[in-house]
């Protein structure tokens, strides 16, 4: 099975645009989840999905969003970016066959640089 | 709410050296889950073993190793004769089965380790 893709890899933005990353799960899951890896912050959750509907979300500000499509893809958005939004940017995929919790599986990331 | 903590930020050993990795965790649920991902400088995040709150088994895949104590609230990770390819990030990571946090992983800060020729 294909793993966990995500594009683009690498992304440089400035101040105030916005971007969207993408994230296609391992076949057959229906769970994504988007975490935000900063050197100072570490490892942060900021939303899953699972079925088309966001299941859960991280303490992050309104200008981060997500969706998730009828075939599990999901894709994330941040409007108005800011410096500190220059991160890298995981997915990770879950089967979720009847658990509320399943080991996630997580695609190479996107690294995002604001100026 | 769930906490992780990786005390030992950076870990220096010397190939065929034995190295653990320590994790302690905290979370009021009965039923929750510990996971190790290691981290090369790829940036992707491999996972390497889940464990859950009922099984206390210690694991054995090869070099590695995971022992886990509810006792001390610990999930330790020991590599037995590192290679200079084991060199990479490790993370401890904890996700709870009993709120509604859904499939939520809360992670720890992270220990590098360098494995030196």
């Known amino acids: 099975k294909a793993g966990v893709t995500q594009t683009p890899r690498y992304l440089i933005k400035t101040r105030g645009q916005q971007v969207t990353l993408s994230c296609s799960p391992i076949?057959?899951?229906?769970?994504v989840s988007w975490y935000q890896q900063t050197p100072g912050q570490g490892l942060q959750f900021l939303f899953e999905?699972?079925?088309?509907?966001?299941?859960n979300k991280g303490n992050f500000p309104g200008r981060f969003s997500g969706r998730q499509f009828s075939n599990s893809r999901s894709e994330m958005n941040v409007s108005t970016l800011e410096l500190g939004d220059s991160a890298l940017y995981l997915c990770?995929?879950?089967?979720?066959?009847?658990?509320?919790?399943?080991?996630?599986?997580f695609g190479p990331g996107t690294r995002l640089t604001v100026l | 709410a769930q906490k992780v903590t990786q005390a030992q930020t950076e870990i220096s050993v010397v190939e065929k050296e034995d190295v653990t990795l320590d994790c302690v965790y905290e979370?009021?649920?009965?039923?929750?889950?510990l996971f190790w991902y290691k981290q090369p400088p790829s940036g992707e995040l491999v996972f390497l073993i889940r464990?859950?709150?009922?099984?206390?088994q210690n694991e054995i895949s090869g070099r590695y190793s995971w022992n886990f104590q509810k006792s001390t609230s610990s999930f330790n990770f020991t590599i037995t004769a590192s290679q200079v390819v084991d060199s990479a990030v490790y993370f401890c990571?904890?996700?709870?089965?009993?709120?509604?946090?859904?499939?939520?992983?809360?992670f720890g800060g992270g220990t590098r380790l360098m494995v030196k020729p």
């Open positions: 990770a995929s879950s089967s979720l066959a009847g658990e509320r919790t399943d080991t996630q599986y």
């Open positions: 076949s057959g899951h229906r769970s």
């Open positions: 999905y699972f079925s088309e509907t966001q299941r």
């Open positions: 979370t009021r649920d009965t039923t929750y889950y």
């Open positions: 464990r859950n709150s009922f099984d206390e």
């Open positions: 990571a904890l996700s709870e089965a009993n709120n509604n946090a859904g499939n939520m992983l809360t």
